[in-house]
């Protein structure tokens, strides 16, 4: 399935000369060895092929729930097995299939849409998908353990804390999810990089296809939207390991702060699922309708919005909490707001398939579906917003008819398409219009069967999350037929995975652009090399095979462009003005390399430790990935070579503010900054709640703050100075700084007992974050001046230092705000 | 679980039906909600349709009136009725007599009148028709809700918060609510029931919670209540004017009049007491009460006669 070989190339044309070296450079290595492979293809196809069984083993998981639930009373599974059940379904959907699968996508096609030869960090991205590949198996190894997490997918305190649920089922959940996560966040760093950095010649953003933008989007979202999860995540895992009281009312804690930091993360998260697979029917409806997509500026802008309202909804989760009634009124009126771009997208979609007579293939089938389904989802949504109706329909089947509508019309359906659109990309052959059409029937109709008797059944007062019902209560006949339904969906599917199977050797092969789509990623005859581009060819055009007869009108090998030749033997691609797209540098990429398994690896063996509460292997692990970092950035600097190219002389890796490592150093700060946001606002919530317990929490040390302060100026002045002047000197001495101010900063929480109130506790996590953060700091700079010192640094290789910066930066702007929180209370008393 | 002899004619448990005003005021902006975004979901797919057959680009206004223009209105609609609604239902801000329920693994300690007599019953809440009641909402132990669909919305129950909602009952019947927050293994059979009486019957139901429980007034009752003393059962259970000190599990003083057994799942009768009593870990997992499966065969008649009995 992942077999990509560039050696696999019987139908692709004749031969240049150079290309020997080529094939060299960019060959996936064979067997077992190809597990060290880094290349986006390689690894984007791990990830979709990961995600898919992610995706059977839920929907089977799914199978069980709805047997279960065919006949009131039913005794097919236990309560114990159902709430293992129904809580493995939503995790692994969400958080295993949903967003790593459109990632995938987003490592597979982008750069192929985008004309760049590989994903801007490749190891970055195999190191996600080994996290996300064995956090995933942490997750599923709570089944062998027989301690399936059973607490929902939500993970509600304090059910989940550990005085409801002793045990390690949890653990399993917050610790395999955490690890998972990692994935998603350094993918968002990699795609924002890739997406602003890589773009071929004359591709400024507003000639940039439209997938681009969508996943631009959805990485800013994972970004900003994962940290509030990862921060409730370690607080719940905190508590539960330590006895930081964060969830406790009797203790200062509130569990309605979890609430709000996984809504926090939940609400954007369905958005992040639905944008990148709205952006796949943006990209494919076009080629149907052999027409560009119509009202693309108009696109982009709803889609930018929608990233920014998304945020601004989470509350409409927690209608029944009992909010006061002004909160549940703003809440209602922003969440009805996202109707607007979302109608924008779909009338520039209506208005696309108006251009033309769209050939109704099975990705049209599945375009098509996808709109009857996700408007009928939008619209409950919109009902869902509304208080009183809320009031009812929370928590009872009618939600959970309104979020298949929007997750399996609005990203299953899609994907499905893409699948039988793109495959032929992935394996040079085409997947059956003939079985597609059946799978896209019983999928549709069993789809419908399923869930839209669901609204019913949940107005008629069936909660969600029961394992059984009794019988006569006027849910028996829906469920039954809802069952029924499901099993079709689910032959639909099957119909779908033989298909993807059996195209393997069943399929024709695939012609040169199969679909006749204007993008960049059809140039090939499929399969593509390894290279993706011979040549990278300046754009003029969002759909430059339409526009561009020279692009597909010959052998694509020997189409003009940038970097036509290897001279080095290196991979090498051309890096971009992040707005004009004009080349700025050539970037130098990575060959094939272990020390992204190995780090995973040892990250992983940490994470079970702690699972498993040996704390000093948990240790070992930890500082083996800290070694195992080191190792991968321990190579020589190229930054200052020169290349001659048809776009002029470009210089390899060029210190600059936008060059695409600071660029991704930027992104990395954006999650920094949502991760100690969630924090801040975590102690805010809780001093705001419990203010009685905020006396009891005692007061920080200010002159050790004070102390804290001065060292952080010292670690930003010291930064500053070391980008204009870098020495290994002032690399110690910021690093000096940097574990002063750490010790400073804990002295001055130190006098606050975190065992004995949450907002304490709270107040520890914030420091002990910004610890973090100084410590990279600390290792970072000895990291440099060690490479200064033993040789490998020459005069003008300044990128780290440029990129230390704004990190430095950040980190003090953090202790400032914890100096501040830590101040107020005894300036109050002043007052 | 058990799969004998459930309630043959439980309350009402659909939104569709409304006894209440909040509930009725909802229903009606379900019907409208419905009703419009059908009309919304036919428009949008007849430009589907129209476009599909259309061949030419059309007008980037209708980017502006399906994207914008049409939710605007729709939803400027939307609020407004929601707003209405929910001054209709006139779920806060009321000075009504309270009811304080409490949420426990999984059952339901009802107080009436708090503040005053402090009348105990549990897993079945009677309200008064046509009078505003303020149901104040506590949990005991992790989160539940609490819903009643024929009569209102639902609120929920949160550890160390106390949630209040003022609902009106409209009709005398009987309806049944349900645990709507996931709260664990036996979450499923977290039910009660609502009575709603005449107010001259609710108030004679009130003074009820006031007297001594039912005495025992045969041989086997009286047997069956040393049965109850002897058991330990006290250290949970309150039966006024027999055994006062218990307050971790439901008041028992009036559980032979309940119209359900086990909060809300099982009919109320001798033969559900004895096996809920003999069987309770089989038939509610891991509710705090043991089975009492080592009491012989008459001893556990003589106990359930004598629940069934306090009526």
Known sequence: MTDTSADDRPRQGPILDELPLYERAWATPKGWRSLSSVSHRVVGQRFIVTGLGFFLIAGFLALLVRTQLIVPQNTFLDAETYNQVFTMHGTLMMFLFAIPILEGFGVYLLPLMLGARDLIFPRLGAFGYWCYLFGGLIVLASFLFDAAPAGGWFMYTPLSSKEYTPGLSADFWLIGITFAEIASVTAAVELIAAILCTRAPGMSLTKMPIFGWYMLVTAFMIAVGFPPLIVGSILLEVERLLGLPFFDPAMGGDPLLWQHLFWLFGHPEVYIIFLPASGMVATMLPTFVGKPLFGYGYAVAAVVAMGFISFGLWAHHMFTTGLPMITLSLFSAASTMVTIPTGVQIFCLILTLAQGRPRLTVPMHFILGFLFIFVIGGLTGVMLASVPFNWQAHDSYFVVAHLHYVLIGGMVFPLIGAFYYWTPHFTGRMMSERLGRWAFWLMFIGFHVTFFLMHITGLRGMPRRIATYPEGLGWDRLNMLSSIGSYILAAGVAVFVWDFIAHRWRGPLAPRDPWQAGTLEWMYPPIAPGHNFHAIPRVHSREPLWDQPELLGGDAHRVHGVLHDAPHGRRETVGCHPLSGEPLQIVRLPHPTWVPLVTAACVAVGFAALLANFYLVAAAGLVAALVGFAVWAWEPSETGETLETSEGTLTVNLPSRLGHTHIAIIGTLLILVALFASLLLGVMYLWNVQPEFARLAGDGDLDWAGAALACGAGVVLTAWLARRWPNALLDLILALFAAAAGGALYLAVLPMDPLATALAGAVWMTAGFIGVQLFVLLYWSVFLALRKLTGQVAPGQTVPEINRLPYAVVTAGMLVAAAVVLAAPQLEAFT | ?311
């Open chain 2, 1 to 311: 679980m058990n799969n004998t002899s459930t309630l043959a004619d439980y309350g009402s448990q659909t939104s569709f039906s409304s006894a209440g005003s909040g509930a009725a005021a909802t229903l009606g902006l379900t019907t409208a909600m419905s009703v419009a975004g059908g009309v919304l979901f036919l428009l949008v797919m007849g430009a589907v349709w129209l476009a599909r057959r259309r061949n030419r680009p059309g007008h980037v206004w209708w980017i502006w009136a399906g994207g914008v223009v049409l939710p605007v209105l729709a939803l400027a609609a939307l609020v407004a009725a929601s707003t209405f609604t929910l001054a209709a239902i006139g779920r806060t801000g009321d000075t009504a007599p309270v009811i304080e329920v409490t949420g426990h693994h999984y059952w339901w300690d009802v107080v009436h009148d708090p503040q005053g007599r402090a009348l105990r019953d549990a897993n079945e809440i009677v309200l008064p028709a046509d009078t505003k009641v303020t149901l104040r909402l506590r949990s005991g132990d992790v989160i539940h809700s609490f819903w009643v669909p024929s009569i209102a919305g639902k609120l929920d129950m949160i550890p160390g918060r106390v949630n209040e909602m003022t609902v009106t009952a409209t009709r005398p019947g009987r309806y049944r609510g349900q645990c709507a927050e996931f709260c664990g293994l036996s979450h499923p059979l977290m039910a009660f029931e609502v009575l709603v009486l005449p107010p001259a019957e609710y108030a004679a139901y009130l003074a009820g919670l006031q007297d001594e429980a039912r005495d025992a007034d045969t041989a086997q009752l009286e047997q069956g209540r040393e049965v109850f003393l002897r058991e330990g059962c006290p250290a949970c259970h309150v039966i006024r004017g027999i055994a006062e000190g218990g307050r971790i599990g439901p008041d028992l003083s009036r559980v032979g009049a309940r119209g359900s057994l086990g909060a809300g799942m099982w009919r109320m009768n001798v033969g559900n007491l004895a096996g809920w009593i003999a069987d309770v870990q089989d038939m509610k997992p891991v509710a705090e009460m043991p089975s009492f499966n080592h009491l012989s065969g008459p001893d556990l008649r003589a106990v359930a006669h004598y629940l069934a009995s306090l009526k």
